[in-house]
């Protein structure tokens, strides 16, 4: 085993344990927009070229975009929201766990134009329901990304 494959297992076991960690007693309308506004207000106090997107199912409950982003943020967050569904856990872990197995999204038999298992799709998870949304970042490298949206669920959580 090399040390970039034992990195990698160390990665996907603390993504793994973070997980259950995220899981919030409901989610409403207005906790999307809570939510939403968390992120765009600290991207905007930290001057970060995001685009953030939140769903409950197939419904989008908020959009916003920094200065710096283009609509090839939107397709990025589309794809990474395809693969966090298709799932039901983070983008970044999907992507992770490939990478340590040597794999590909193709060679699960994804077309990585539809897909992109890549960091800043979190589920958003309630308490008794599973999950019932997702919150994606889009913008910065993939590491950051999920790090602002597990930051913003935390703030949430916190709220």
Known sequence: ????????????????????????????????????????????????????????GEHRLFHASRPGTSADNDSWIERKERVARRYETASYLVGRRLAADGKTLED????????AAHGGCVPVVVAGAGMVGTVTVSGLHQSDDHALAVEALRALQAG
């Open 1 to 56: 085993m090399t040390s970039e494959h034992d990195e990698l297992r160390t990665l996907v076991a603390a993504l793994e344990a973070e997980a259950p960690t995220l899981t919030l007693p409901r989610f409403t309308e207005d906790d999307a927009w809570t939510l939403g506004s968390w992120l765009w207000h600290t991207a905007r106090e930290r001057d970060l070229p995001i685009a953030a997107s939140i769903r409950r």
């Open 108 to 115: 699960v038999g994804l077309d990585p134009l539809l897909h």
